[in-house]
Protein backbone atom coordinates (compact mmCIF):
# COMPACT_ATOMS: atom_id res chain seq x y z
CA UNK A 1 0.00 0.00 0.00
CA UNK A 2 3.32 2.06 0.85
CA UNK A 3 4.80 2.26 -2.60
CA UNK A 4 0.65 2.86 -4.16
CA UNK A 5 0.57 5.50 -1.92
CA UNK A 6 3.98 7.17 -3.49
CA UNK A 7 3.01 6.57 -6.73
CA UNK A 8 -0.23 8.48 -6.66
CA UNK A 9 2.27 11.28 -4.41
CA UNK A 10 4.30 11.58 -7.19
CA UNK A 11 1.47 12.70 -9.64
CA UNK A 12 -0.60 15.15 -6.97
CA UNK A 13 2.33 16.40 -5.23
CA UNK A 14 2.28 19.22 -8.70
CA UNK A 15 -0.81 21.37 -8.85
CA UNK A 16 -3.03 19.28 -11.37
CA UNK A 17 -5.63 20.66 -13.41
CA UNK A 18 -8.56 18.45 -11.99
CA UNK A 19 -12.18 17.79 -12.73
CA UNK A 20 -13.94 18.23 -9.28
CA UNK A 21 -17.24 16.65 -9.02
CA UNK A 22 -20.11 17.76 -5.98
CA UNK A 23 -23.58 17.50 -5.63
CA UNK A 24 -25.77 20.67 -6.09
CA UNK A 25 -29.05 20.80 -3.99
CA UNK A 26 -30.93 18.58 -6.13
CA UNK A 27 -28.80 15.84 -5.99
CA UNK A 28 -27.12 15.93 -9.46
CA UNK A 29 -23.72 15.39 -10.22
CA UNK A 30 -21.53 18.79 -11.11
CA UNK A 31 -18.17 19.13 -12.58
CA UNK A 32 -15.39 22.08 -12.61
CA UNK A 33 -11.77 22.12 -13.42
CA UNK A 34 -9.54 23.13 -10.30
CA UNK A 35 -5.99 23.21 -9.69
CA UNK A 36 -5.30 20.70 -7.16
CA UNK A 37 -2.24 19.83 -4.96
CA UNK A 38 -1.64 17.30 -2.23
CA UNK A 39 0.60 17.17 0.79
CA UNK A 40 2.15 14.27 2.04
CA UNK A 41 -0.91 12.70 3.86
CA UNK A 42 -2.62 12.91 0.69
CA UNK A 43 -4.89 15.92 1.67
CA UNK A 44 -5.92 17.75 -1.61
CA UNK A 45 -6.17 21.47 -1.22
CA UNK A 46 -7.37 24.17 -3.55
CA UNK A 47 -8.21 27.76 -3.80
CA UNK A 48 -11.84 28.64 -4.01
CA UNK A 49 -14.42 31.72 -3.91
CA UNK A 50 -15.50 31.59 -0.47
CA UNK A 51 -18.82 32.72 -2.01
CA UNK A 52 -18.90 30.19 -5.02
CA UNK A 53 -21.95 27.41 -5.79
CA UNK A 54 -19.58 24.68 -5.01
CA UNK A 55 -19.14 25.83 -1.73
CA UNK A 56 -22.88 26.02 -0.58
CA UNK A 57 -22.89 22.34 -2.57
CA UNK A 58 -20.13 21.21 -0.07
CA UNK A 59 -22.25 22.23 2.91
CA UNK A 60 -25.27 20.27 1.80
CA UNK A 61 -23.10 17.27 0.79
CA UNK A 62 -19.24 17.27 1.67
CA UNK A 63 -18.62 14.57 -1.03
CA UNK A 64 -16.54 14.95 -3.59
CA UNK A 65 -14.70 12.74 -6.68
CA UNK A 66 -11.90 14.55 -8.15
CA UNK A 67 -9.87 12.86 -11.43
CA UNK A 68 -6.45 14.57 -12.45
CA UNK A 69 -3.02 13.69 -14.00
CA UNK A 70 -3.99 13.80 -17.36
CA UNK A 71 -3.19 16.62 -19.66
CA UNK A 72 -2.86 15.42 -23.22
CA UNK A 73 -5.01 12.59 -23.82
CA UNK A 74 -2.38 11.52 -26.97
CA UNK A 75 0.05 10.64 -24.04
CA UNK A 76 -2.47 8.84 -21.33
CA UNK A 77 -0.47 8.14 -18.34
CA UNK A 78 -1.23 6.46 -15.07
CA UNK A 79 -4.15 8.59 -13.23
CA UNK A 80 -6.30 8.86 -9.95
CA UNK A 81 -10.06 8.72 -9.54
CA UNK A 82 -10.49 10.05 -5.53
CA UNK A 83 -13.30 9.89 -3.65
CA UNK A 84 -13.06 12.32 -0.54
CA UNK A 85 -14.68 14.65 2.00
CA UNK A 86 -14.02 18.37 1.52
CA UNK A 87 -14.87 21.55 3.78
CA UNK A 88 -13.76 25.08 2.69
CA UNK A 89 -11.16 26.25 4.96
CA UNK A 90 -10.82 30.11 6.06
CA UNK A 91 -8.45 30.44 8.61
CA UNK A 92 -5.48 32.88 8.34
CA UNK A 93 -3.04 29.75 8.95
CA UNK A 94 -4.39 27.34 5.94
CA UNK A 95 -4.88 30.77 3.64
CA UNK A 96 -1.48 31.51 3.79
CA UNK A 97 -0.05 28.02 4.15
CA UNK A 98 -1.40 27.32 0.71
CA UNK A 99 -1.14 30.37 -0.75
CA UNK A 100 0.94 30.84 -4.29
CA UNK A 101 2.12 33.68 -6.55
CA UNK A 102 -0.22 31.47 -9.32
CA UNK A 103 -3.05 32.71 -6.69
CA UNK A 104 -2.10 36.49 -7.67
CA UNK A 105 -4.68 37.10 -10.23
CA UNK A 106 -7.27 36.32 -8.80
CA UNK A 107 -7.10 37.13 -5.34
CA UNK A 108 -5.97 40.02 -4.06
CA UNK A 109 -3.23 38.08 -1.51
CA UNK A 110 -3.53 35.81 1.22
CA UNK A 111 -6.17 37.94 3.21
CA UNK A 112 -8.48 38.74 0.06
CA UNK A 113 -12.16 38.10 2.63
CA UNK A 114 -12.88 36.42 -1.03
CA UNK A 115 -10.32 33.95 -1.05
CA UNK A 116 -10.44 30.25 0.54
CA UNK A 117 -8.79 27.03 0.35
CA UNK A 118 -10.68 23.79 -0.13
CA UNK A 119 -9.43 20.74 2.04
CA UNK A 120 -10.22 17.21 0.96
CA UNK A 121 -9.55 14.62 2.94
CA UNK A 122 -9.11 11.29 0.11
CA UNK A 123 -10.92 8.05 1.87
CA UNK A 124 -10.54 6.21 -1.51
CA UNK A 125 -8.22 6.47 -4.52
CA UNK A 126 -8.10 4.09 -7.95
CA UNK A 127 -5.09 4.43 -9.45
CA UNK A 128 -5.54 3.78 -13.48
CA UNK A 129 -3.15 2.85 -15.21
CA UNK A 130 -2.80 2.35 -19.49
CA UNK A 131 -3.56 -1.01 -20.38
CA UNK A 132 -5.15 -2.21 -17.18
CA UNK A 133 -8.18 -2.51 -16.55
CA UNK A 134 -8.55 -2.83 -12.77
CA UNK A 135 -7.48 -0.13 -10.69
CA UNK A 136 -5.15 -0.28 -7.89
CA UNK A 137 -6.94 0.60 -5.22
CA UNK A 138 -6.05 2.71 -1.87
CA UNK A 139 -8.06 3.22 1.32
CA UNK A 140 -7.76 5.58 4.39
CA UNK A 141 -7.49 3.73 7.25
CA UNK A 142 -9.47 5.61 9.24
CA UNK A 143 -10.44 9.41 8.09
CA UNK A 144 -13.38 11.89 8.65
CA UNK A 145 -15.92 9.60 6.68
CA UNK A 146 -15.66 7.04 9.60
CA UNK A 147 -17.05 9.47 11.98
Known amino acids: ?3 LKDRILDILKQ ?3 SG ?3 ITEDGKPWVRYMM ?3 DADLTIRCATFVGARKVAQLKANPEVHLTCGVTDPANMVPYPQIQARAQLCTDEAERHGFWSDMLAPIFSG ?3 PNYGVLVMKP ?3 EFC ?3 SLE ?3 WTAKCCCCCA
Open 110 to 112: PDD
Open 20 to 22: LAT
Open 36 to 38: AVA
Open 123 to 125: YRL
Open 1 to 3: MAE
Open 15 to 17: PQL
Open 129 to 131: SRG
Open 135 to 137: PEV
